[in-house]
């Protein structure tokens, strides 16, 4: 190895080396600025979606909020990562996995205390869709995910009209068990 390091012919050949590898990493740096470049500001790629809920959600929604006392809030497409999150026991890996399973999904809209914004329950709004492919899957990945961190998931059908009634009577069932004895009742 001394005799090879000692070697005068290889002394000429260590500055082209180093000039070979300056020359490499210029040229992956400028590729890098050509591929940002190409690819345009990333203000270009995006646009409004205009509404924030379907139709469906947002007639269900105005029922929902009438249906709750001052005692409650409602918020929509709240992410479930926002709601729920990996066990701190679970170990790094685990958590990691969890998480990703979580990341992308949100629900239709969550109850909250409005004293505390403690998480009263999550609602999901039910129509043809969630009986196709995805969505099976991802309302499993909801209903675990909420049964696990033991957060009361209601379910209500797509209607065209909705009683307000019904909806108050639906909630204060489903939250008859977790409610604790100073948190408001639905009921206006």
């Not at 999901?124 to 099976?136: C, P």
């Amino acid at each position: 190895m001394n005799d090879l390091l000692n070697d005068p012919n290889l002394h000429g050949l260590i500055p082209l080396a180093v000039l070979l590898i300056l020359a490499l990493v210029v040229i992956g740096v400028l590729r890098s600025m050509l591929r940002l470049k190409k690819a345009g500001p990333v203000s270009a790629v995006y646009q409004s979606k205009a509404v924030l809920l379907t139709p469906a959600e947002a007639n269900f929604f105005g029922k929902l909020k009438s249906a709750v006392d001052d005692g409650y809030q409602v918020f929509g497409k709240v992410r479930l990562a926002d709601i729920v999150e990996p066990r701190k026991d679970s170990g790094n890996s685990s958590q990691s996995g969890a998480y990703q399973r979580i990341a992308s999904e949100h629900v239709d809209f969550v109850l909250v205390l409005s004293a505390s914004m403690g998480i009263a329950c999550v609602i999901e709004l039910d129509d043809v869709s969630h009986r196709k492919g995805g969505a099976v899957e991802r309302d499993v990945i909801i209903e675990e995910a909420l049964a696990d961190a033991d957060v009361p998931l209601i379910r209500f059908e797509v209607q065209p009209i909705y009683s307000i009634d019904e909806i108050r009577d639906n909630l204060d069932d489903a939250l008859s068990d977790t409610r604790e004895l100073n948190e408001p009742r639905l009921f206006r």
